[in-house]
């Protein structure tokens, strides 16, 4: 009986959300008796099988900053399609003010070779092989929209074949093939 129920709690637990805190920034505003002290957090969250997002909040104590960026953040959850569920389909570049990212593609075994923002949130998406660089500015929010500016940015095979009209086979075939021409022309 208690193994049955530690496989329920186990499918439970994953079908929940999994929460990072990213970066918590005190703010202080001077008014007329003094200062006013306040915190922003930003959260990113994701069911790591190919749906993040991500929130900021600002409240006068850090639980509930972060509970309104929690909240936030689930309210603008996307889909970022995966290849073999364990990396990026291909290499791409966002941006987003000052804060610019470039996320290629890794073989299996590399694991998540990223900082910061971006290391989170590849943990909640559930990525396990990519190798991300971040250009320009290191604030967390730029970082972190930039990011998500390059990972809506995706196409998958599939997405790409409905696009044009053609079979999935016809595009993947393609790439291997252009891939195996390079390859032959190297050696000769």
Partial sequence: MTQQADRRNKTEKKDELVERLVHINRVAKTVKGGRTMSFAAVVVVGDQKGRAGYGSGKASEVPEAITKATNEAKRNMVRIPLREGRTLHHDIAGRFGAGKVFLRTAPAGTGVIAG????????????????????????????????????????????????????????????????SAKLSVEEA
């Avoid at 929209?145 to 086979?169: D, H, Q, W, Y």
């Fill in 116 to 179: 910061g923002p971006m290391r989170a949130i590849f943990e909640v998406l559930g990525v396990q092989d990519v190798v991300a660089k971040s250009m320009g500015s290191n604030n967390p929010y730029n970082m972190i929209k930039a990011t998500f500016n390059a990972l809506e940015g995706i196409n998958s095979p599939r997405m790409v074949a409905a696009k044009r009209g053609k079979k999935v086979g016809d595009i993947v075939s393609r790439r291997e093939n252009s891939n």
